[in-house]
């Protein structure tokens, strides 16, 4: 079974950086996308990036020239760099991933637990 797990959640202050890890793992699934949701109390889950295989990239415009994905697809992994943060970012932050069932043939979407994102005012 396919599992994502993050790292690199914290309390920093406004202007810091953080950067998240997710690793992917589990046998007979191809990972396609990969990417960053995050959910911040009383709000619906939004994007923040994706990458897809080839490398291509999607930001919310929230975010855009402050923070960076970048995908490992050796060891199916996803980071994303998030600089001079803001208090609007405070959030859970999800990983997610499009991955194709090589057993199934079935593209199937999971979600890591969330790791959580606080920026002090």
């Known amino acids: 079974q396919m599992q994502l797990v993050e790292s690199g959640g914290g309390l920093v202050q406004p202007g810091e950086s953080l950067r998240l890890s997710c690793a992917a793992s589990?046998?007979?699934?191809?990972?396609?996308?990969m990417g960053w949701y995050r959910q911040a109390p009383g709000n619906e889950r939004e994007l923040v990036a994706v990458v897809s295989s080839s490398g291509s990239t999607n930001y919310a415009d929230s975010v855009k020239g402050r923070f960076s994905i970048s995908r490992d697809n050796a060891k199916n992994t996803v980071l994303l760099q998030m600089n001079n943060l803001k208090p609007e970012d405070t959030a859970v932050y999800y990983c997610?991933?499009?991955?194709?069932?090589?057993?199934?043939?079935?593209?199937?979407?999971?979600w890591g637990q969330g790791t959580l994102v606080t920026v002090s005012s």
């Open positions: 997610n991933a499009a991955a194709l069932n090589l057993t199934s043939w079935r593209t199937v979407e999971v």
């Open positions: 589990g046998s007979m699934f191809r990972v396609n996308a």
